[in-house]
């Protein structure tokens, strides 16, 4: 049974660009979750993905936005980087929408200079 | 909105001895999931072990057990006979039903375990 990945695992971008970051789930999982760690902290929850559609929202602006496909993989998009959003963004799948475990992916480590 | 503290920043123990990490959380639901998770130096952010909050039963996975006392909102782990690769950061995570369908995990900001040999 293949694991959640993700990538890359390392990006630097400057301020104002855009950035996508990509998550397979694990293998029968139709959720998936987003999160971002910054340096020092615990995740925080940036958005959740079920059938192809955004059904829960943390404290993060528009410009963070994201897809899920048909496979159940995902993409996490961040449009005029900000100098904050350097930190760890790990996704996490579950096998159900609703109180069912999360496992995370290793994370893709963005800085934004 | 619900909380979950962490109040030890940093821990450490003795190679084959006991530990137990702290965890409160705040809530007003009665229905709601907790969590420990563990994530080493490499990042890859690990589940531990599960407790479901209408079980009054303390989970158990090996050597890491749960103390889930619901009254007191209180959470504690657990780890026996502790092993240099239980060396990393420990989260203590919350997650109930956040709105259209979704269940979210709340996080602590942490405590970081050291198993000294």
């Known amino acids: 049974e293949t694991g959640v990945t993700q990538s890359p695992t390392h990006l630097i971008k400057t301020r104002g660009q855009q950035v996508t970051l990509r998550c397979s789930s694990q293998?029968?999982?139709?959720?998936v979750s987003w999160y971002q760690q910054a340096l020092g902290q615990g995740p925080q929850f940036i958005f959740q993905?079920?059938?192809?559609?955004?059904?829960g929202r943390g404290n993060f602006p528009p410009r963070f936005s994201g897809l899920q496909f048909p496979n159940y993989s995902s993409e996490l998009n961040v449009n005029a980087l900000e100098l904050d959003d350097s930190a760890l963004y790990l996704c996490?799948?579950?096998?159900?929408?609703?109180?069912?475990?999360?496992?995370f992916g290793p994370g893709t480590r963005l800085l934004v200079l | 909105a619900q909380t979950v503290t962490q109040s030890q920043p940093e821990m450490s123990v003795q190679e084959a001895e006991t530990v137990t990490l702290s965890c409160t959380y705040d809530?007003?639901?009665?229905?709601?999931?907790l969590f420990w998770y563990k994530q080493p130096p490499s990042r890859q952010m690990i589940l531990v072990i599960r407790?479901?909050?209408?079980?009054?039963q303390n989970a158990t996975e090996n050597r890491f057990s749960v103390n889930f006392q619901k009254a007191a909102k209180s959470f504690s782990l657990k780890i026996s006979d502790s092993q240099l690769g239980d060396t990393a950061m420990y989260f203590c995570?919350?997650?109930?039903?956040?709105?259209?369908?979704?269940?979210?995990?709340?996080f602590g900001k942490g405590t970081k375990l050291s198993v000294i040999p």
């Open positions: 993905y079920y059938r192809e559609e955004e059904n």
């Open positions: 407790q479901e909050a209408y079980k009054q």
């Open positions: 809530t007003s639901e009665n229905n709601y999931y």
């Open positions: 293998s029968g999982h139709n959720t």
């Open positions: 995570a919350f997650m109930s039903y956040s709105g259209a369908g979704s269940y979210q995990l709340t």
């Open positions: 996490a799948s579950s096998l159900v929408r609703g109180e069912g475990t999360q496992y």
